[in-house]
C-alpha cells in the first residue's frame, strides 16, 4: 500500500536487472504505468495479461484507482480531475517525475493518462490506449446511466440472494464493492457533472488505439485517430469493450511490437490470430449481457412510476 493523498493506494510494481548491450553496457528499462477501467476492473486485468510479459524488458508500474480493488474507497472524488491528480501523486511516490513514461489504459483509465499527456506532456513517452472512453459531450450522463443500470441490478434482491449461494469469496467482495460505490459514494454523481474535452489535437505523445469492432463506443475510436496527430487506430473484428480479456495475446503482442518501436525493447512478437466473440461463447455472454441490461431498465422504469406514485399521494395527503 502506499498513502498519498489521504488514501490508501493499492499498487504493484515489477522490475528487473537492467539488459546489456553488444558492448556490455547496462541499458536503461522503460517504464510502463498502466490504469483500468471503472468499477468492476482493478489492476490484476493488467497483472494477469501484459504486465508480467512485458516485465521482461521494462519496469511495470499497476494501481488499483481509487474506490477499486484494494485501495480506500473514498466518499467523493471520482471525477477526472481527481483521478489525474491520483497518478500524479503516484508518479512522484514512485519516483518517476522526471522520467516520462509509457501509458497503458483500458477504458476508463484512457481519459487520465490522455489528460495527463494533454497537460504534462513531458510525463508521457508514448500512449497505448485499450478501449479509450474521454468525454465527449453527454458522455458523462452516457456513463452515469450504463452505471445506473448495473447498480440497480445489484439491488434486486434475487441477485443479491444468488450472490450470497453461489459466488465465490472473490465475487462477493468484488460485488460489495461494486455496491458500496454505487450507492455511497460520488461516483455516479461526478461522472455526470464531467465536462466534456476539446484538446484532443494538443495531445502530442504517439499513440496507439485499438478497439472492438462491436464496440458501444467506436464512435470515439474514430474521433481519437481523427483528432490526435500522431496516432494509430486498429479495430479489432468481432471484439468488443472488453477486449483485453476477450483476445490478451492480440493485446499482448501488438503492445510488444509498440514498445520495440516506441522504447527499442526487444520483445520477441508471437503473432495470435484474433479471438472471435463466437468462438468461446461470447455471443452467448453478451446476448445475456443485454438481456440483463433489458431486464434492468425494465426494472428502473418500474422504480421511478413507484416513486412518483408515493411522491403524488405524498402531495395529496399534505
Not at 209 to 220: M, P, T, V, W
Amino acid at each position: 500500500m502506499v498513502e498519498a493523498r489521504g488514501l490508501k493506494f493499492h499498487t504493484q510494481v515489477l522490475t528487473g536487472e537492467p539488459a546489456v548491450d553488444a558492448d556490455g553496457n547496462p541499458v536503461k528499462r522503460p517504464k510502463i504505468v498502466m490504469l483500468h477501467g471503472l468499477v468492476i476492473d482493478n489492476l490484476s486485468s493488467w497483472f494477469y495479461t501484459l504486465a508480467n510479459p512485458l516485465a521482461a524488458q521494462a519496469d511495470v508500474y499497476l494501481m488499483d484507482m481509487r474506490g477499486h480493488g484494494r485501495t480506500t474507497i473514498p466518499d467523493t472524488g471520482y471525477s477526472v480531475e481527481e483521478n489525474v491528480q491520483d497518478l500524479l501523486a503516484m508518479l512522484t511516490e514512485w519516483g518517476l517525475d522526471d522520467e516520462p513514461v509509457h501509458f497503458f489504459g483500458n477504458s476508463f483509465g484512457c481519459v487520465v493518462g490522455l489528460t495527463v499527456a494533454q497537460r504534462f506532456p513531458e510525463k508521457i513517452a508514448s500512449l497505448f490506449l485499450i478501449e479509450a472512453h474521454f468525454s465527449v459531450p453527454g458522455w458523462g450522463e452516457q456513463m452515469a446511466g450504463s452505471l445506473e443500470m448495473a447498480a440497480f441490478g445489484l439491488d434486486e434482491g434475487a441477485v443479491r440472494a444468488w450472490l450470497d449461494a453461489e459466488a465465490d469469496r472473490k465475487m462477493s467482495r468484488l460485488a460489495m464493492r461494486a455496491e458500496k460505490l454505487f450507492f455511497q459514494t460520488s461516483l455516479i454523481a461526478d461522472l455526470k457533472a464531467e465536462p466534456s474535452i476539446g484538446w484532443l489535437a494538443e495531445v502530442s505523445r504517439p499513440l496507439y488505439a485499438i478497439y472492438g469492432s462491436e464496440s458501444d463506443i467506436l464512435d470515439r475510436a474514430r474521433e481519437l485517430d481523427a483528432e490526435v496527430p500522431d496516432s494509430t487506430l486498429e479495430i479489432v473484428p468481432d471484439s468488443s469493450h472488453a477486449l483485453l480479456i476477450e483476445n490478451p495475446g492480440l493485446i499482448k503482442a501488438r503492445a510488444m511490437a509498440w514498445l520495440n518501436a516506441q522504447a527499442g525493447t526487444t520483445y520477441e512478437i508471437v503473432e495470435v490470430a484474433p479471438k472471435h466473440l463466437g468462438t468461446y461463447g461470447a455471443v452467448e455472454r453478451m446476448e445475456q449481457i443485454e438481456q440483463i441490461k433489458a431486464e434492468s431498465a425494465q426494472g428502473m422504469a418500474r422504480k421511478q412510476a413507484e416513486t412518483e406514485a408515493a411522491a403524488s399521494a405524498a402531495a395529496v395527503g399534505s
